[in-house]
């Protein structure tokens, strides 16, 4: 697959490329044109394949280096051997899905992770999609704030928890207990309902055999009074 790098027709007409002379144009069209080039700018870069690329010195190329990193235009790396250029995202940066995937892939594998740090500013500055761009990338601490994770949820112990209800409780106030409604009660302790029978029998029977009423108190003490209408004689039947 044939891979083309585009060079913008203002490029030429830039006040600062204007003022370069012209071994140092050269070098930096390199820069951003070589074939280790990346979508996000930074790269490992190799004196070795420079020499054979531009057919420079060595030295010379270190020089070059070092004047672009004092115009602000690219910063070197010493420890990990990268580059980064500043200004990279302002000219080529492209915001469809498929290319911010690739950055998102590129920014893993940057060992230098003051770049990153440099980089996120800048996509923060330009309003650029940083929680895509950097999603579960470190982005290096500072004196002020932590490092962080980007595009990633806090790990479990920095996210606020919420305090169980009883535990809530216990700490402030005490919730009182409900009264508890008996829909049932034991059938020791019902008292039982009184039969038909009990309801209606007599306390007291007076009968005079000869006399005129017959008196009955049910159980409220209420006396039925009536009048006789039959009488009868009792015999005993063994003094006969």
Not at 19 to 36: G, Q, V
Not at 84 to 113: C, P, Q, Y
Not at 153 to 166: D, G, I, R
Not at 196 to 214: F, L, N, P, Y
Request: one cysteine or more; a negative charge.
């Amino acid at each position: 697959m044939t891979i083309n790098k585009q060079i913008q027709e203002k490029f030429r007409q830039n006040d600062f490329v204007l003022e370069l002379k012209p071994e140092e144009r050269y070098f930096y069209m390199y820069l951003i044109t070589n074939t280790i080039t990346t979508l996000c700018g930074i790269y490992r870069f190799s004196i070795k394949l420079a020499e054979l690329e531009t057919g420079l010195a060595p030295e010379v190329i270190e020089k070059h280096l070092r004047t672009f990193e004092s115009y602000g235009k690219v910063i070197v790396s010493k420890a990990t051997k990268e580059i980064m250029i500043v200004n990279w995202f302002k000219h080529n940066f492209k915001g469809n899905k498929r290319t911010i995937a690739s950055i998102n892939n590129e920014l893993k594998d940057v060992k230098d992770k003051e770049f990153l740090k440099q980089l996120y500013d800048i996509c923060v500055q330009r309003q650029y999609p940083v929680e895509d761009l950097f999603k579960g990338i470190i982005i290096a601490s500072t004196d002020k704030e932590e490092s962080k994770i980007v595009g990633q949820a806090l790990p479990a112990e920095a996210q606020p928890q919420e305090k169980p209800v009883e535990e809530a409780l216990q700490g402030g106030f005490k919730k009182e207990k409900e009264p508890v409604k008996m829909l049932f009660t034991k059938l020791e302790e019902a008292s039982p309902a009184p039969s038909a029978k009990k309801r209606k029998q007599k306390t007291k029977e007076d009968i005079e055999v000869e006399g005129i009423d017959i008196t009955f108190e049910d159980d409220e003490g209420q006396p039925f009074i009536g009048t006789a209408v039959a009488s009868w004689s009792f015999v005993d039947v063994n003094s006969a």
